[in-house]
Antibody, heavy 116, light 107 residues
Framework: HLQQSGPGLLKPSQTLSLTCTIS??????????WNWIRQSPSRGLEWLGR?????????DYAESLKSRITINPDTSNNQFSLQLNSVIPEDTAVYYC????????WGQGTLVTVSS | DIQMTQSPSSLSASVGDRVTITCRPS??????LNWYQHKPGKAPNLLIY???SLQSGVPSRFSASRSGTDFILTISNLQPEDSATYYC?????????FGGGTKVEIK
């Protein structure tokens, strides 16, 4: 089970911060991967990035967002987070966290609106 | 990046019909292909993984296969609750990418 939290309304140039709390699995699992995905009418489903642990932490990001995105694991709270800097209106979307490379478990989704 | 071309973009069919959705990747990717059902206001739901393996709990009227370079999702005996948008997704390499979606409407 994945439970998302974080604000849904931002102004342009602010930082988007979302957290995904994991239950029934571990963010430090050697077989897991933890993703952020968003959906908007203009972009469809878009994978943003992931983190996973294989004796050390790895991070993969969508090229178009590399300068603005950070995904961090939090082993103390069994969570992982998304930070997207300098948001613009085009970042308005429903954001999801999801497990794996075939996304078998999803968070409930968070509508994030960027508007002045 | 692997581009995923999905067709058709929408279809309308009757209860009991058999429908097929096709996904064509821009490059070879073995069978790292997954299918999802997405209903408004809900998170997408994994139907099929590794091209043809049915996810636990998914009705057996959903099936999938590969024909050459194309991947095909079939819904047999279409039910009213199958009204949704269906997406393919490749998990062969990053960036992980999705098809543009197929909206299935029940007549």
């Amino acid at each position: 089970h994945l439970q998302q939290s974080g604000p849904g309304l931002l102004k342009p140039s602010q930082t988007l911060s979302l957290t995904c709390t994991i239950s029934g699995d571990s963010v430090s699992s050697n077989s897991g991967a933890w993703n952020w995905i968003r959906q908007s009418p203009s972009r469809g489903l878009e994978w943003l990035g992931r983190t996973y642990y294989r004796s050390k932490w790895y991070y993969d990001y969508a090229e178009s967002l590399k300068s603005r995105i950070t995904i961090n694991p939090d082993t103390s709270n069994n969570q992982f987070s998304l930070q997207l800097n300098s948001v613009i209106p085009e970042d308005t979307a429903v954001y999801y966290c999801a497990r794996g490379s075939s996304f078998d478990v999803w968070g409930q989704g968070t509508l994030v609106t960027v508007s002045s | 990046d692997i581009q995923m071309t999905q067709s058709p973009s929408s279809l309308s069919a009757s209860v009991g019909d058999r429908v097929t959705i096709t996904c064509r990747p821009s490059q070879s990717m073995n069978n790292y292909l997954n299918w999802y059902q997405h209903k408004p206001g809900k998170a997408p739901n994994l139907l099929i993984y590794s091209a043809s393996s049915l996810q636990s709990g998914v009705p057996s009227r959903f099936s999938a296969s590969r024909s050459g370079t194309d991947f095909i999702l079939t819904i047999s005996n279409l039910q009213p609750e199958d009204s949704a948008t269906y997406y393919c997704q490749q998990s062969y390499n990053t960036p992980l990418t999705f098809g543009g979606g197929t909206k299935v409407e029940i007549k």
